[in-house]
């Protein structure tokens, strides 16, 4: 498997990131947000349906102020992935069981915790993260929940020195789960890698402490140029981003058991799904970031294996 770009095509914006006019910057909401996710809104929010659209084209603008990434520009950030993730009903079961959390990988707005919470998940089983703390903050104003949301949101890069020193502090063995949604293809195999280590270390020391997550795939596995990494932000310097297909991933966890000595002892589980050109990687909506011949959906999960 060569570790060379998947493509010539250059994703990578001439213009400002922050303007309006890049391709993943929807004018229009069309059918970009989810029922499930409008219902959310509407119940959990309390919006009037007819005042949602208003919200979330306010929302969007504030998030893209902050930093302009594809999911927000894309209306993505009030996607629930978790609900349609293969392992749901299995996660929700574990999210009953007392003391077994889930800490939300490079959470944006938390979407997926908000929902977890309406479907009864206490707030004490409810972890976010995320490199932009104004995501985490402005939050609370997309969900309109600053007096009812109790989870924990914390703000961190993933690849901060004094992670489990400062920002995790405490928190090595404490998930039961953890979700991944659109993170990990935000970075190149070594930094891959180095977040699957450190997941492998906030996961319980449990049979069955599970990672779980989507992300963009590319079948056969590959480097594509793109601006999403946070290092881009400040220095605004290309960066390669390393997409999966079911064997690159297991090959990839196969390094984290070489890595943290754990072989044999991670089960892995994935599917890659390839996008057709006019539609999304779930098969429902456009995806203007990752675009391409071989580009598309891939879910995966990675659970614990203790062995006898
Ligand atoms: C593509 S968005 C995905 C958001 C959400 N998880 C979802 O599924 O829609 C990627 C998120 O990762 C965050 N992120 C990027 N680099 C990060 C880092 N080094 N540490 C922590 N979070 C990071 C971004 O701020 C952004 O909210």
Partial sequence: MSDSPVTSQDPVPVLDRHSKENRWYYKEINDQVQPISRKLLEEYSHIPANE???HI???RDILWSHAPYPCVGEFKFLDLRLPKHPLYTQILTTLRKPSSPILDMGCCVASDLRSLAHNGIPSTQLFGTDIISSYLTTSYSVFKD?????????P???F???????EFAGWEGRFSIIHAGLFLHLFNWEQQLTVCEIIAKLLKEEEGAILVGEMVGCQGGGLRGGPANTDFWKKERRHW???????????LWGEVEGRTGTEGMWKV????VVRRQEKGGDGSKSCAFFEGEGIGWFTFSVARVMGS
């Fill in 269 to 272: 589980d994935s599917k890659f």
């Fill in 57 to 59: 084209y306010k929302m």
């Fill in 241 to 251: 981003q390393y997409l999966h297909d079911e064997e690159s991933f297991a090959r």
């Fill in 160 to 166: 901060s020195p004094s992670l489990f020193s400062d």
């Fill in 156 to 158: 961190a890069n993933i």
């Fill in 146 to 154: 600053t007096d009812t949301f109790h989870g924990t949101l914390v």
């Fill in 52 to 54: 949602i659209d208003a």
